[in-house]
């Protein structure tokens, strides 16, 4: 059906703003794996103009600036995966993103388009969260770094102006010795391929114990979630059995799972919680003490 | 409208293009190049992948405006110089082509990994054809195929077929050769149904209830009449004939009509046709449809309650099927142990690849053709023709290739409003579902209760057996009755049992219809029956094969109906086949037994059991026949043909080698030409495994009869003993002299006999139940061990191994026949992991691909050792009888006893959900 009037590439930034300031009821499509079915589908009222922002050259590296690593917005899952630099520095996102379709939707589903689409249980949102990630959000008036987690207004929602706003970019500290990331999921086999817990854990590890941990996980609210209670009491422990438990059990009180429909029972999620918790930070700890930066 | 630069297969191309025209839509419609298929067009399935810059991509959810500077390959543009690429061929040889529709797909998506990986290792190819389906089931093969296609540009080995240790025998028959349409489908050049089109062919759309149950009380048209582009718009009173349609009742309205009750939410309501299928799908949104909603009907035991609201004016039970055989009463009194449950299975959906599609097109002489992928292309005719009051002779239906059926092309998808737009218009009419359409609409598998009592005396063997069923039929019969009699008579399993009762009831209610699905009720019956003879051999502390072997039908045995057996059992055979391999694989051990998993402290194993056996053919009364014509052309090829449907099962190969056989012929030097009611006649519906044997009969005989008319010209020309003459490879030596079959057939018309006749085949007699004598000609049976892994911590469960035996009397077509059992299994799979249409209020919650799942090649085991017992039957074709359904139904109950001598949870319905069973194994812990 005929549910958008006009399909606009955007070859940079600066062109995709004005495309999408100059007309009223227009958006922006990256992969199109989300917003497009939607519209083709019926789910989303009729759009007079889509703005491609998946070919902005500007919007597709993944570099190392000094202490930052850089993620293009327009990073395809593909690139992600097949990157040497985030398979060093984000392997958390390497994980996650390897877990999303088929080859065919890794290569045009983008890194921006699965943040911005805002669900709790975004497999690359959850996992940059882990990495304290920032986003740069463009505006014709300029644009400014905030935190990843400060975006999010609830299911499907964000808090700033998507038509008038291009998210483009991530950013997360470089790894540093001792450091190391890990991402898990369970699906369930029947039904819509979203996970019903995922989870990914970021950890500093100094003589042997935490010194400082990040632990994301959804959908465990109306926003994509970060463990702080669980992640503070995790500093200055040595990761073993007990640890784990009483992270385990902090944890458990910190979100707040839910029963969806013809998905997932709130108590099978509770089910769930220690054992991702469990597999994402002995993997991140281990990660961590093999890390050392020449 | 945007102008397109790009490349296609080498050739630049400048198109102007709409926004919201997909990069599939070009391909297909713009350019032809209707290799590229679509099968879910939501971006779920991979069939339409195409390669972009060397990347594999959907092109259904592509915007063809993105191609712009970019190159693009089609599966029409992946074979050099005219040169197959190793791919196709490891996919002919490998027989990894079964229907033939998502063959594109899975090559350029295969084609991309082996640019990347030249060498990939299995789980390369599972990561990167994770999300490109196949509901026939061919991943084993496609992975075979895969593999040897590396071989062969790695180190030019060649690509051989596979060889198995069944078959054989025979010149042609029993041998492995490729499917005679794969080359077409691999290349794509293989046409289905959307890929014809017309000079100002009209697309059709459909306006459905969209409620479960109500009567229509306003039908206003005329705003969508008005719409530009607009042709025609149809209700209920311009259907000139019977309303009704239906395979067997005739009970579901073409159009619901004002005043008129529509039963379901797919039901239709008014057909447009219109210049574009998008000013179709606008005409449905201008027409005033309002109705008065009625109380809903959601399940087959809440039908069956007296104060339940009425679906049919008849009442809601469609039949009651009953079996009885003994005393159950005194066989329960025999009985030292008594044990009793009762099992559900869901609805599952048939997910064919090829979405339903019709072409509906007026010819010159008042005739109306319709061209239409179906299962039963003369039950089309004869429905098309009463809807439209015309004549039989008037009505042509003619199949292209099929794109999977599995059952779900048995009854009227688009047929017969297509017809109506196309008489209304005069021209020719498509109307093409989506996905969305097509799980709303064509009739499901019926979901079932069915409650079982047994009855055992100490040392295992069965003195009673009875059995409760509730059928979920939905709005309408389709094949309810059948199917729910297939299971009534299934549903005490493959066992002697000298005391049987089992009452059965198909029920209407304002559910999506169900019908005919592999398997046909006799699956859902095999999942309760195999479940509760688990929980009997546990009671009893006798081995599950064991129990099973103790009670087993075998030759002389009477069935539950009645029935003496008197040949070709196999079971016995089966269970020792399947035991003998287990216990290698187990290395003795019992496989039932829980078993840790190195390295994996949360994990547990087991193997569980179970076996089946499943009719050939119609059965209990029904005649059934086929008719299939020969023809040795000028040419010297030998043409045979009938209307029986190729769904992907492979009957064309059969029918081939079988034509071949008996004319001693080079496979080359036949040709099938199946499904046109002007010119084949009729081999009957492609249903209970039954074409192999019906329609293969039907040709050999034919071929028979056209040798003996070749060898009664040759005798007379030369005056000899036809014994004297013989067929050799495509030639016929007569007294030193070669004749080539062209030679003859030239004799032939020159003595004005015309080298054409045709056989009707008519099956050995059955009778109803019950009545004395056979419900079927022939069973296959089957055993099958399925060892699954349960992750303790997350519920999670996989099947790590599968291996069984089927009884299929001969393996004509191994390579098909490997496929089958394969795919058969892997559907299984899926119905007892991944698989639930789920229907709340009489809505389907699962109208999209992606929240219906099948399996996908992840879901694959291991290992899957396929192991076939021959044990003939008198009258099939050389001793073969059906396998097409039959190995799909053991898979289901082997998983759920596997599952539950893992970790101790019993599923008593389907599909295993991760969810319960991580919440039983909480409780268990906590009581324990």
Not at chain 2, 246 to 266: C, H, M, N, S, T
Not at chain 2, 781 to 807: H, I, K, P, S, Y
Request: charged fraction near 25%; aromatic fraction near 6%.
């Amino acid at each position: 059906m005929n549910n958008f009037r006009e399909y606009l590439q955007a070859r940079s930034v600066d062109e995709a703003l004005e495309l999408l300031g100059s007309e009223e009821n227009a958006a922006l499509v990256a992969g199109g794996t989300d917003l497009l079915l939607d519209l083709r589908q019926g789910r989303h009222p009729f759009l007079d103009r889509l703005v491609d922002v998946s070919e902005i050259a500007g919007m597709k590296h993944i570099v190392r600036e000094g202490e930052w690593i850089k993620l293009g917005a327009g990073v395809t899952h593909k690139q992600i995966i097949s990157s040497p630099l985030l398979q060093t520095h984000a392997r958390c996102v390497v994980e996650g993103c390897g877990l999303i379709g088929g080859p065919q939707v890794r290569n045009v589903a983008t890194i921006g388009g699965n943040v911005a689409h805002a669900l709790p249980a975004g497999d690359g949102t959850v996992s940059l969260l882990a990495l304290d990630s920032e986003v740069e959000l463009v505006t014709r008036q300029g644009s400014s770094w905030q935190p990843l987690i400060e975006i999010f207004a609830g299911p499907g929602q964000v808090k700033f102006d998507r038509t008038k706003t291009i998210l483009s970019a991530f950013r997360f500290a470089a790894r540093q010795s001792g450091e190391g990331s890990a991402f898990h999921r369970v699906m369930r086999p029947q039904g819509v391929a979203i996970a019903i817990l995922n989870m990914a854990a970021w950890v500093r590890m100094r003589d042997g114990r935490i010194d400082q941990a990040r632990i994301a996980c959804g959908p465990a609210g109306p926003r994509p979630f970060r463990a702080y209670q669980t992640e503070e009491y995790l500093v200055g422990k040595t990761w073993d059995e007990s640890s784990f438990e009483e992270a385990a059990q902090m944890m458990d009180g910190e979100v707040s799972l839910r029963t969806s429909a013809h998905r997932a029972t709130k108590e099978y999620r509770h089910y769930l919680l220690p054992v991702l918790l469990k597999k994402v930070m002995d993997r991140a700890v281990d990660r961590a003490g093999n890390y050392k930066v020449e | 409208m945007t102008n397109l630069q790009f490349e296609v297969n080498g050739k630049h191309y400048s198109l102007e293009v709409e926004a919201n025209e997909m990069l599939s839509d070009v391909l297909r419609e713009r350019l032809g190049l209707t290799g590229t298929k679509i099968s879910c067009g939501e971006a779920e399935c991979g069939v339409c992948t195409v390669l972009i810059d060397g990347a594999p991509i959907l092109s259904c959810n592509y915007p063809a405006v993105k191609a712009e500077g970019k190159a693009v390959i089609t599966i029409e543009g992946l074979a050099e110089d005219g040169e197959m690429h190793p791919l196709q061929e490891a996919f002919i040889k490998h027989g990894a082509v079964q229907c033939g529709f998502c063959t594109p797909g899975q090559i350029m998506t295969a084609a991309a990994l082996l640019q990347e990986k030249p060498d990939p290792t299995d789980e390369d190819i599972e990561y990167a054809l994770n999300d490109t389906l196949c509901r026939c089931g061919t991943y084993p093969m496609i992975t075979n195929a895969i593999h040897a296609a590396a071989d062969k540009i790695n180190h030019g080995k060649p690509i051989d077929y596979p060889s198995f240790d069944f078959g054989g025998g025979l010149e042609q028959v029993g041998q492995v050769v490729p499917r005679p349409e794969a080359g077409e489908k691999v290349t794509g050049e293989a046409i289905y149904t959307d890929d014809i089109s017309f000079p100002g062919m009209l697309y059709g759309a459909t306006l459905r209830a969209g409620y479960p149950h109500g009567v229509v009380k306003k039908l206003d048209v005329s705003k969508a009449k008005e719409l530009p582009g607009v042709k025609a718009v149809l209700t209920a009173d311009d259907i000139p004939g019977r309303i009704n349609h239906g395979e067997i009742f005739q009970d579901w309205p073409a159009l619901v009509g004002v005043g008129e009750k529509f039963r379901y939410v797919g039901d239709a309501i008014a057909v447009v046709a219109a210049d574009t299928q998008d000013i179709a799908r606008q005409a449905l949104e201008l027409i005033d449809f309002v109705f008065d909603p009625l109380p809903i009907v959601n399940n087959p035991v809440e039908a069956n309650q007296e104060d339940a609201p009425r679906v049919h004016e008849s009442g809601n039970l469609l039949k009651h099927i009953k079996v009885n055989k003994g005393d159950i009463q005194q066989g329960f009194e025999e009985a030292d142990v008594i044990v009793e449950d009762t099992f559900f299975t869901p609805t599952y959906e048939h997910v064919f690849m090829e979405p339903e599609c019709s072409i509906a097109r007026p010819l010159e002489d008042g005739k109306m053709e319709v061209i239409v992928g179906s299962q039963i292309p003369y039950s089309d005719r004869e429905q098309v023709a009463e809807a439209l009051d015309l004549p039989l002779d008037k009505v042509r239906v003619r199949s292209p290739l099929v794109g999977g059926g599995f059952g779900g092309k048995e009854d009227i998808a688009g047929q017969i409003h297509a017809a109506l737009l196309a008489r209304a218009t005069g021209k020719p009419v498509k109307i093409l579902y989506d996905r969305h359409e097509s799980l709303l609409v064509h009739p499901k598998r019926h979901a079932t209760q069915i409650r079982v009592k047994l009855g055992l005396k100490k040392d295992g063997k069965l003195t009673a057996a009875q059995t409760e069923l509730y059928g979920d039929t939905g709005a309408y019969a389709s094949l309810g009755d059948k199917v729910m009699g297939r299971a009534t008579t299934h549903s005490t399993g493959p066992y002697i049992v000298p005391n049987v009762k089992v009452d059965c009831y198909a029920m209407y209610t304002n559910n999506p219809p169900a019908g005919a699905f592999r398997g046909f009720g006799a699956l859902q019956a095999a999942f309760a029956i195999e479940s509760i003879m688990d929980q009997v051999a546990e009671k009893l502390g006798i081995d599950p094969i064991e129990l099973r072997r103790i009670n087993a039908l075998r030759t002389g045995a009477i069935t539950n109906t009645g029935q003496h057996l008197r040949e070709s059992v196999g079971l016995l055979e089966c269970i020792d086949k399947t035991s003998e391999a287990l216990l290698e694989h187990t290395n003795g051990e019992d496989p039932f037994i829980s078993r840790p998993v190195p390295g994996e402290p949360n994990k547990r194993r087991a193997w569980g059991f179970a076996v089946t056996f499943k009719n050939t053919g119609l059965g209990e009364g029904a005649p059934d026949n086929a008719s299939a014509e020969i023809e040795l052309l000028e040419d010297g090829r030998v043409e045979t043909r009938i209307s029986s449907a190729e769904i992907g099962q492979g009957l064309v190969t059969v029918l081939q080698m079988i034509t071949a056989q008996e004319l001693n012929l080079p496979l080359e030097q036949v040709h099938i030409y199946l499904s046109d009611t002007d010119l084949t006649p009729d081999g009957g519906p492609t249903t209970g495994s039954r074409q192999t044997y019906i329609s293969g009969n039907a040709t050999k005989f034919a071929a028979i009869n056209l040798r003996n008319s070749m060898l009664s010209t040759l005798a007379e020309k030369y005056n000899l003993p036809p014994d004297e003459i013989v067929f050799d490879q495509g030639v016929v030596r007569v007294n030193g002299t070669e004749l080539s079959f062209a030679d003859v057939g030239a004799l032939m018309r020159e003595e004005g006999r015309v080298p054409r006749l045709t056989y009707d085949y008519s099956s050995p007699k059955t009778t109803p139940l019950g009545e004395p004598g056979d419900k079927h000609f022939a069973y296959s049976f089957a055993a099958q061990a399925m060892e699954v892994e349960v992750d303790l911590e997350t519920g999670e469960v996989r099947v790590v191994r599968a291996l069984g035996a089927t009884d299929v009397g001969k393996a004509i077509n191994p390579l098909g026949l490997q496929g089958q059992v394969e795919g058969g299994l892997i559907m299984g799979i899926g119905h007892a992991l991944t698989e639930e249409f789920i229907v709340e209020e009489g809505q389907i919650v699962t109208d999209y691909l992606s929240r219906y799942r099948m399996p996908s090649i992840h879901h694959v085991p291991e290992e899957i050792q396929v192991m076939i017992v021959e044990d003939p039957t008198e009258d099939g074709p050389y001793g073969g009888k059906g396998v097409g359904e039959i190995s799909t139904m053991p898979v289901l109950p082997a998983i759920a006893n596997a599952v539950n001598n893992a970790c101790g949870v019993r599923f008593k319905s389907l599909p295993i959900d991760q969810d319960w069973l991580l919440t039983q194994l909480k409780k268990n812990a906590s009581a324990a």
